[in-house]
């Protein structure tokens, strides 16, 4: 019965990733009580003396963010201030990104002069900011000569034809090549991505073990392997058998050319 129960679960989260692009029937259902919500307040709300005017056509119905505790993508948020705090310690006149979030991108630009490469170009005017239409594949940049670098929760993305690329059943392994190549000797990579067991989930991600990581840098020196384990903790310097035996967590690979 256990099994039975197991296999009908995994059966109703594989119809909710082909159907939740489309409509995403949680969301739908929380949607009814939200909308009541939306209503009883708009009432309540109408009744108060020396209020705004309110016109139909301004509504604007936010029914879904009366949440218990303030949401948030554990990679993102961790990794972010993990690459971010790195960066502005070793006080580099300047950095490469490749890839990683736009507004992690942005906030570097406050404290060192940044190239962001992407095959989707970013068009904002920023100070210390200049975006550069690329592949990490085959990055605008010489041998040796990138002495900052960051790429996160990218690589995993690389063949798999999600944001426009080639598909390529090497991507994840070509990216790391390219930023090895780049990396100026003596220069720092930081770099994170999902670890744990791998396993390809066609065409959102791969899933790769650290130690698959490792070999794929095989040239460059570790030094600090930090990650967001599946109980979404932050730890540094994290014991690697916990990330291998990990369903999806986060690795977080600072290395450098030696």
């Known amino acids: 019965m256990r099994k039975f129960n197991s296999g009908l679960l995994n059966l109703g989260f594989l119809f909710y990733r082909w159907i939740s692009p489309v ?4 969301k739908l259902f929380r949607s009814f009580s939200g909308y009541c919500r939306f209503f009883k307040d708009l009432i309540i709300y109408r009744r108060f003396k020396n209020r705004e005017k309110i016109k139909f056509s301004d509504l604007y119905p936010c029914i879904h963010d009366r949440t218990e505790t303030t949401p948030f993508d554990s990679h993102y948020f961790y990794q972010d201030i993990w690459a971010f705090e790195k960066i502005l310690n070793s006080q580099v006149d300047s950095h490469v990104d490749i890839g990683s979030r736009i507004d992690y991108v942005g ?3 406050t404290i060192t002069k940044v190239k962001f490469v992407d095959i989707r170009p970013l068009s904002v005017k920023l100070n210390n ?3 550069i239409k690329g592949s990490i594949l085959s990055l605008p940049f010489e041998d040796n000569s990138i002495i900052s670098i960051s790429c996160l929760h990218v690589a995993e993305h690389i063949g798999l034809g999600r944001y426009g690329d080639e598909l390529d059943n090497e991507g994840t392994r070509k990216a790391c090549k390219e930023l090895s190549r780049v990396l100026a ?3 720092s990579l930081y770099f994170s991505l999902p670890v744990g067991k791998p396993r390809l989930c066609f065409n959102a991600h791969r899933i790769h073990s650290p130690k698959q ?3 794929y840098f095989q040239d460059l020196k570790l030094i600090e392997l930090s990650g967001i384990d599946d109980n979404v903790n ?4 994290i014991d690697i058998e916990i990330l291998e035996n990990s369903d999806y967590a986060c690795g977080l690979f600072h290395l450098i050319k030696v």
């Open 213 to 215: 990581i490792l070999d």
């Open 185 to 187: 000797v003596g220069g």
């Open 23 to 26: 409509v995403d029937p949680f």
């Open 107 to 109: 906030m570097l630009s």
């Open 129 to 131: 900011f200049e975006c």
């Open 234 to 237: 932050f730890i540094r310097n």
